[in-house]
């Protein structure tokens, strides 16, 4: 399995069958800026599942499913810490991504779903495609999840 990228949003997810769309949460229990606007948007109960799960404390490498439509669910990952770049760098937390897409890929491979993100971490976590990429590649494809990224636009 190989990584389709096309153009569009990743809350319209173009595929057949069973959906996860995947996107990265912060572990204060911040909702508001960047990607999660558009889930918003689209569907209220992420983030009401998030804020709920907020409360009774979140860690890193986390996620929670939330079923959104019959076929489609969204996975609120607890893969950034705080909300901003400090001394200890941007938010991202690349090994809290990289456990993140392990529970997916498990979910995923339950399910028989597809996976669908923008290009996660990389707004306002601070994070690199260029490290998120081989994450996805070894935690999702590699596990036989196919996997479209999205770029708005």
């Known amino acids: 399995m190989v990584i389709t990228c096309l153009k ?11 959906k996860i769309v995947c996107h990265v949460c912060n ?14 948007r689209r569907w209220k109960e992420p983030e009401a599942a998030y804020r709920t799960w907020a409360a009774a404390g979140l860690k890193l490498g986390e996620v929670q499913f939330v ?5 489609i669910w969204v996975a609120n990952m607890v893969g950034q810490r705080g909300v901003r770049t400090g001394s200890s760098g941007p938010p991202i937390r690349y090994a809290a991504v990289a456990a993140c897409l392990r529970h997916v890929a498990q979910k995923a491979l339950e399910l028989g779903a597809s996976v669908h993100m923008p290009r996660i971490g990389c707004g ?5 495609w260029s490290r998120i990429e081989p994450l996805v590649e070894e935690h999702l494809c590699g596990r ?5 990224v999205y770029d708005f636009g």
């Open 8 to 18: 569009g949003d990743a809350t319209c997810p173009q595929a057949r069958g069973t």
């Open 27 to 40: 572990d204060l229990g911040k909702w508001g800026k960047g990607f999660v606007l558009a889930v918003s």
């Open 67 to 71: 079923q959104v439509e019959p076929h």
């Open 124 to 128: 306002l976590a601070g994070g690199e």
């Open 144 to 148: 036989g999840v196919a996997v479209t």
